[in-house]
């Protein structure tokens, strides 16, 4: 049996970076940059206007100036013309900003008669012009690696840039294993139960920019076992959910290892997710998770998902940690006789109340995994814990 933290470092030690490839920045949404993108124009192209409001040559411009308007300039359409002293330009929000002009006084500063506008407020330093490139210039760049955010699209698209070069998405076959498990949407027989891990694994998958290919319920017997690893055959990962446990049919360890696998270890020492398994089998990366649900979600959430993202590119690190105060004492002996209070604030979760008398106890009412940190007899309320967001 082995920590948390060694087992994760083997897994990462089983990823294989996968191959790149080039998609238009339509399907770039959640993919992981491999290569830097490079800004192919300035943002903006031209010194534009932030507000709307009139164009001067004057940067000094007290109370009870007039100008007179001669043209105007909107966003799509510029002012061709030149203007002199005294001279004002109707500029819209965006509108490139004509030659010479200093400054753009907005439109609730003056008061407009005809041509003649007059400023009857006294203005600010702003003078309402974005300079060219003043967001980004031809050249810079969106950096490599990093999963591709809705906001990182849209500056790509911005910087004129067609297409990215990404990390291919990691296919990963789920095998969920055992005769008590059927289909959502069948009836289940007496002892039977229905098959709900394959599909929040799916989920979190999906997320970490992977392929989820769902293979038929494995039964508990070791030549429909084998042939549901077969069917696996391609994926660069594969998880099997169930069976890696010491019963009688837990057969997914025996069958694997017939097969090929290269066990790099079973077992961790956390609960839940004791009965975790990870290795080489053909080529793809091999994870048994536990099949209790909560474990196997769990389970996933610290090994498989990272290792997803490291085979994406991206640094290989745990699942990230946050941060919650107790709010009330521990005992020099732990949690374990009594009930841990905490005030998770992320995400809006509210304070709860869970005994806790394991390593990492899933809190479900809360959505989070609390990991207990070495216990300190002189630990008071308000001590920070820690926690990963489920």
Known sequence: ???????????????????????????????????????????PPFASSAMDGYGVLDLDVPVGTQFTVIGESAAGHGFDGTLSKGDAVRIFTGAPVPEGITRVIIQEDVTREGNVITVTETLSE??????????????DRVTAPRRLSAQDVALLAAMNIPEVTVTRRPVVALIATGDELVMPGETPGPSQIIASNSFGLAAMIEEAGGIARMLPIAPDNETALRATFELAQGADVIVTIGGASVGDHDLVGKVAADMGLDRAFYKVAMRPGKPLMAGRLNGALMIGLPGNPVSSLVTAKLFLIPALCAMQGLPAAPAPHHKAPLLQDISS????????????ETGGIRPFERQDSSLMSILSSANVLLVRPPLDPARIAGEIVDYIAL
């Open 333 to 344: 002996n732990g949690p374990r006789a009594h009930y841990m209070r905490a005030r998770f």
């Open 1 to 43: 049996m082995i920590s948390v933290a060694d087992a994760l470092e083997k897994v990462f030690a089983l990823c294989t970076p996968l191959d790149v490839e080039t998609v238009p920045l339509r399907r770039a949404h959640g993919r992981v940059l491999a290569k830097d993108a490079v800004a192919k124009r300035d943002q």
């Open 126 to 139: 702003n003078t309402n012009i974005r300079p060219l490139g003043g967001d980004f210039r031809i050249g």
